[in-house]
C-alpha cells in the first residue's frame, strides 16, 4: 500500500509569490490535513478537509488555503509568501480524521 | 486552541537505558493518544497508539502509560538504542485533527 504523497519535495519562492503544494493520501483515506514545522513553532495545525469540505481551520492567516478534490487528493496555497513562511509542509491523511493519521515526507519550502 | 504539554525537550540516556517522555493535554475530542517518532528530512511516523480501554500499550520495547485523570500520558523506551536517536512527538485530538506536543529531541549515546 503506498504511503502519503507530497510533491515537490523542495521548493525555493521569492517573497511576494505564491505556492501551490499537492498530498496524495493513502488509498481509501479521506481526511487530509495539512501541518507547517518549524524549529521554533513545532507542528502546527493548518486545516483539515474531508470528503473535499474543510471541517476545521488553524490558526493561520488567509493567505493559506487548501482544497481537495473528489478523489480526496488536496492541494495547498500561499499567496503573498513571506520570509517566515518557509517550513516544512506536512500532511497527513486518515480514514475519517485524527486517529491513526500517516504523514508524508513533507514539502520544505524556502522563501528568499 | 487547546494544549499539549510534552517534556522534556532533549533527552540524553546510555545504551540500554529508558527514555521516559511525558505529555500533559487539557481536552480532546476523545480518548486516543499517539506518539510519533520523527528523523531528520523525514515526515512523522505513527509509532504507538493508546485508546481509552486501557491505560497502558506495549508494543515492543515502546509502552505507553495513560492517566486519564490526571490527562497524561507517557512515552517509554525500554532498552534504547542509538537507532532511536529522533525527535517524538506526542498529539492529542482535538475535533477532527490532531495537535501536538512541541518534541523531545532523544539522543542514544552508544
Known amino acids: 500500500k503506498a504511503g502519503v504523497t507530497q510533491t515537490p519535495r523542495y521548493l525555493i519562492k521569492t517573497r511576494g509569490q505564491q505556492v501551490t503544494l499537492s498530498c496524495s493520501p493513502i488509498?481509501?483515506?479521506?481526511?487530509v490535513s495539512w501541518y507547517q514545522q518549524t524549529p521554533g513553532q513545532g507542528l502546527q495545525f493548518l486545516f483539515e478537509?474531508?470528503?473535499?469540505?474543510?471541517?476545521n481551520k488553524g490558526n493561520f492567516p488567509g493567505r493559506f488555503s487548501g482544497r481537495q478534490f473528489s478523489n480526496s487528493r488536496s492541494e495547498m496555497n500561499v499567496s503573498t509568501l513571506e520570509l517566515g513562511d518557509s517550513a516544512l509542509y506536512l500532511c497527513?491523511?486518515?480514514?475519517?480524521?485524527?486517529?491513526?493519521?500517516?504523514f508524508g515526507q513533507g514539502t520544505r519550502l524556502t522563501v528568499v | 486552541q487547546q494544549q499539549v504539554k510534552q517534556s522534556p525537550q532533549s533527552l540524553i540516556v546510555q545504551k540500554g537505558g529508558i527514555s521516559i517522555i511525558n505529555c500533559a493535554y487539557e481536552n480532546t475530542a476523545f480518548d486516543y493518544f499517539p506518539w510519533y517518532q520523527q528523523f531528520p528530512g523525514k515526515g512523522p511516523a505513527l509509532l504507538i497508539a493508546?485508546?481509552?480501554?486501557?491505560s497502558e500499550k506495549k508494543e515492543g520495547r515502546f509502552t505507553i502509560s495513560f492517566n486519564k485523570s490526571a490527562k497524561q500520558f507517557s512515552l517509554h523506551i525500554m532498552d534504547s538504542q542509538p537507532g532511536d536517536s529522533a525527535t517524538y512527538f506526542c498529539a492529542a485530538p482535538l475535533f477532527n485533527d490532531m495537535r501536538f506536543g512541541a518534541g523531545t529531541r532523544l539522543t542514544v549515546k552508544p
Open positions: 493508546i485508546r481509552p480501554d486501557v
Open positions: 488509498s481509501g483515506h479521506r481526511s
Open positions: 497527513a491523511s486518515s480514514l475519517q480524521g485524527a486517529a491513526e493519521a500517516f
Open positions: 478537509y474531508f470528503s473535499e469540505t474543510q471541517r
